[in-house]
């Protein structure tokens, strides 16, 4: 069976961008009034705000992508589950302006919690995406951004929180930077090359999640965080750097 020949379990919803962002804000917004009830201030919302524009933009580039490639595709249930990942990702924006430990010790677990959502989410969406057999390019596209947004708000929230250092900003600004920058040499016109395949790159991935939600956790401490998550920041350029090189054509 091809892909234009498969079975998709849809849902009665168009998957433009503006639809996706009309379903993500809908538990975003729940999610929002309990943070408040948890004990936030209300400066918390600015940062969901901020987490959200960031989730936005990963559903709008996602679904421009996945036209271009594709046509228009519907929403099935595991693009519904990566919405939802966006959702708690937009919410741990809150954690750009406030501090982690502000609403109580009950709340304290909260950044953790809503990164382990966003991030752990990703076996889920493919999972159930694989069961309904409803693989498509709308939702590959989505997954893809809403990873990198997750890691990207994640270890900026680390480093606000003083459970990372400084350097942890380049982890979350690594694919972001490493995208724009192949956009920029396609709009130029100059050539890009495909990845080759690595043994490294998911088991660093896997590093980099791991040690951004311990530090967005109460244990083990920033003292270790800060050691775990600087340890974490050298591979993770590195890869970058290589596959940069590699994307360019300079290696």
């Known amino acids: 069976m091809t892909s234009r020949d498969r ?8 998957g433009g961008w503006l639809p996706l962002v009309a379903l993500w804000a809908v538990p975003t917004g729940i999610g929002a009034a309990g943070l408040l009830a948890a004990g936030l201030p209300l400066v918390a919302l600015g940062g969901v705000a901020l987490g959200g524009v960031v989730a936005v933009a990963a559903i709008r580039v996602a679904a421009g992508r996945a036209r271009e490639a594709a046509g228009r595709e519907p929403v099935t249930a595991a693009t519904v589950v990566t919405t939802l990942r966006a959702s708690a990702l ?17 709340s304290g677990w909260l950044p953790g919690g809503l990164f382990a959502v966003a991030a752990g989410g990703d076996a889920v969406d493919g999972a159930v995406a694989r069961a309904t057999d409803a693989v498509t390019d709308l939702g590959a596209e989505l997954d893809v951004e809403v990873d990198g947004a997750t890691v990207l708000v994640g270890a900026t929230a680390a480093v606000v929180a003083g459970a990372a250092p400084l350097a942890f900003l380049a982890v979350g600004g690594a694919r972001p930077l490493f995208a724009y920058g192949l956009r920029r040499r396609r709009r130029l016109g100059l050539p890009t090359h495909d990845l080759r395949p690595s043994r490294l790159r ?11 939600w311990l530090a967005l956790s109460p244990v083990p401490g920033q003292g270790i965080s800060r050691l775990l998550t600087a340890a974490v920041a050298v591979p993770v350029v590195a890869s970058f750097a290589r596959d940069w090189l590699v994307a360019s054509g300079r290696l």
Not at 92 to 106: E, H, K, S, T
């Open 7 to 14: 079975v998709v379990r849809r849902l009665p919803i168009d």
């Open 90 to 106: 937009a919410l741990l924006g809150a954690y750009l302006v406030v501090d982690p430990v502000a609403g109580g010790a009950a």
């Open 202 to 212: 998911r088991p660093i991935g896997a590093a980099t999640m791991l040690a951004t």
